[in-house]
């Protein structure tokens, strides 16, 4: 008889623990499912506003940026991967059995061959079974903090396996072993004239930007004239603000200084965060390096990049019209994109130490 006090206080500690519980369960759920919720209203935004190209778009004028230097993010409408591509890729889903669930995140650097490199994943989509995959464009007119957020919230979302075409600076995303970030970089000057040509001439896919806002700069001696002027940011800011290593560098207000400071942290990103940053001058050993070290997911890269088909769609991506300045006019360029060119020497560098050890020749 004198146990049964506790006997029922027993019980009704018990039934009170398990209301907490079942509290407890039922508040995470709803966090979760508020949090999901959230980030497929943020996903479908990007998609509304024409940011995200993904394997499953049909709208016919769904481009992939080339390029950050618009002024007017609306405005936006670089050459397109050809849209039969877009239409063939199926997305998976989820998960793929049997492969590694790695998201690569490719940060973009405008006529870096980005175009090309997302026309030969897309044709493998389905031979090696990704999960995603995309673009995020048109982040230009963003402020930096809400760059980060949206770049950060579709990687989150994605469908891993995912091959993610991210056209702003680089982001830091965590320490997740299964993200890999991989760009391409290309000589600072050949770069700096195929931005120029190709906003003046276009390429075989899309013709001269008549809204670029450069009337006046597209003059047969307008390097001659803008070297004698001795104004050299006003004449090429417009390309040399745009320079690659401060989008290693990433969206810090440091990142947007022309300072040694910035320079050498994208030194340490490039070389430290990212797994290849490759080469544009040595395309297809690039994409063997890709295929070496993540043969799951980029396996017959290289024989796609020798096919017919390719070197087709390649030959409408290319700059038309570019014309050399001359020599003096080249040398003094070099000399303004000297803090470029030692970023360059450096990555370079470093991807053929990383060619070596995989005994690529």
């Known amino acids: ?17 398990f209301s907490f519980v079942l509290i407890y369960v039922g508040m995470l759920l709803g966090i979760m499912s508020c949090q999901e919720g959230s980030n497929r209203h943020v996903r479908q935004k990007l998609a509304d506003q024409g940011r995200i190209v993904s394997s499953n778009h049909n709208n016919d004028d769904a481009s992939i940026s080339n390029s950050e ?22 997305p998976t889903a989820g998960p793929v059995a ?34 995603e995959v995309s673009a995020l464009t048109k982040l230009v007119m963003e402020k930096r903090r809400d760059r980060t957020k949206m770049v950060q919230q579709y990687v989150d979302n994605a469908t891993s396996p995912a091959f993610l075409y991210v056209d702003t600076s680089f ?75 401060p989008r290693f560098c990433g969206v810090t207000n440091l990142c947007s200084q022309m300072a040694r400071k910035t320079i050498e942290r994208a030194k340490r990103i490039a070389t430290q965060k990212f797994a290849i940053v490759g080469i544009l001058e040595e395309f297809e050993r690039f994409l063997q390096l890709l295929e070496k070290k993540f043969p799951a997911h980029f396996a017959g890269i290289v024989d796609l990049y020798r096919d017919k088909e390719t070197r087709e769609f390649m030959s409408k991506v290319k700059t038309r019209q570019k014309e050399r300045p001359k020599p003096e006019i080249i040398e003094q ?29």
């Open 1 to 17: 008889m004198v146990l049964l006090p506790y006997r029922k206080l027993l019980r009704v500690f018990a039934l009170l623990l």
């Open 69 to 90: 230097s618009d002024d007017d993010s609306k405005n936006i409408s670089n050459p397109d991967i050809p849209q039969v591509i877009m239409d063939d890729l199926k």
């Open 98 to 131: 049997g492969i590694p669930n790695t998201t690569f995140v490719y940060f973009i650097i405008p006529k870096c061959g980005s175009r090309t490199l997302f026309y030969l994943v897309s044709q493998l989509k389905d031979r090696n079974r990704w999960g």
């Open 171 to 245: 982001v830091p995303l965590g320490d997740d072993p299964d993200l890999v970030y991989i760009s391409l970089i290309r000589n600072p000057l050949e770069r700096f004239l195929s931005a120029y040509y190709f906003e003046k001439s276009g390429d075989g896919i899309k013709g001269p930007d008549p809204d670029a806002g450069l009337k006046g700069k597209y003059g047969r001696d307008y390097f001659s004239q803008c070297q004698k002027s001795h104004r050299n940011d006003t004449c090429f800011g417009h390309w040399l603000g745009k320079t690659i290593h």
């Open 333 to 361: 360029m070099m000399v303004d994109m000297k803090l470029d060119f030692e970023f360059y020497d450096h990555v370079r560098e470093h991807f053929h130490e990383q060619l070596g050890e995989y005994g690529i020749e």
